[in-house]
């Protein structure tokens, strides 16, 4: 079966640095995605991870074990604009249907 | 360069009435796929077209749903005999052909239609 965990809800302060996990297991694997839902909003991709170890991305970064079926995305710098749902995502197949986590809802505050 | 498109953003159906979601994807793109997303849910899975083509629907429910991508126009995705349970905001996304684009952002989302069943 398919199954992808990430916490429900975090809390930062603005400034700070956040790690949010996803863990997965899922029939097949051909690359991991990280997500932003802002309410009401459509998904924006953030990063995509095939390979095991860190990419970085201006502000985000996000890893990937596949030994371990982990991943994390990493903000830093929080902005108030960050607050919104991040989604964690596996393509389990050869081309782009993904399977979900619930999403993780992330609040920046002052 | 137009995004996905989608509409209507907002519809309101009462129980037993038809409704009708079109996706136009983003331009030179061939791949559509329709997701669900209940209140307090993650994104899942329905259908994945291509032209005149449907390519995976294992994520569809068996009855009064139904998608199509013709040659010409939008992706429709229809449900018949709404109940109140198809209340849910319907995204669709699209990507580019296979060997071209950007692998790693090859789903590039709508901004969803939300349907009310009443």
């Known amino acids: 079966g398919q199954n992808i965990d990430q916490p429900t809800e975090m809390t930062a302060t603005e400034g700070a640095i956040v790690q949010i996990n996803c863990t997965y297991q899922?029939?097949?694997?051909?690359?991991l995605f990280w997500y932003q839902q802002h309410a009401g909003e459509a998904p924006t991709f953030l990063s995509y991870?095939?390979?095991?170890g860190l990419e970085e991305k201006g502000r985000f970064s996000s890893f990937l074990s596949r030994s371990k079926g982990y991943s994390y995305l990493l903000l830093k710098e929080l902005q108030m604009k960050d607050s919104a749902s991040y989604l964690c995502?596996?393509?389990?197949?050869?081309?782009?249907?993904?399977?979900f986590g619930k999403g993780t809802m992330l609040l920046v505050s002052p | 360069n137009a995004g996905v498109m989608q509409n209507p953003r907002h519809l309101v159906r009462r129980r037993g009435q038809e409704a009708r979601l079109r996706c136009s994807p983003m331009?030179?793109?061939?791949?559509v796929y329709w997701y669900r997303q209940l209140p307090e849910e993650g994104l899942k899975f329905m259908v994945y077209?291509?032209?005149?083509?449907?390519?995976?629907e294992s994520g569809m429910p068996k009855e009064r749903f139904s998608a199509e991508f013709p040659k010409e126009g939008p992706s429709i995705l229809r449900i018949q005999q709404v109940v109140r349970g198809d209340s849910a905001a319907y995204f669709c996304?699209?990507?580019?052909?296979?060997?071209?684009?950007?692998?790693?952002?090859?789903?590039?989302f709508g901004q969803g239609t939300r349907l009310t069943v009443v």
């Open positions: 996304a699209s990507s580019p052909p296979r060997g071209t684009g950007n692998m790693n952002t090859e789903a590039f």
């Open positions: 899922t029939s097949g694997f051909n690359g």
């Open positions: 991870n095939v390979l095991d």
């Open positions: 995502a596996v393509r389990d197949r050869g081309y782009s249907t993904l399977t």
């Open positions: 331009k030179g793109h061939s791949h």
């Open positions: 077209l291509q032209k005149e083509n449907i390519i995976d």
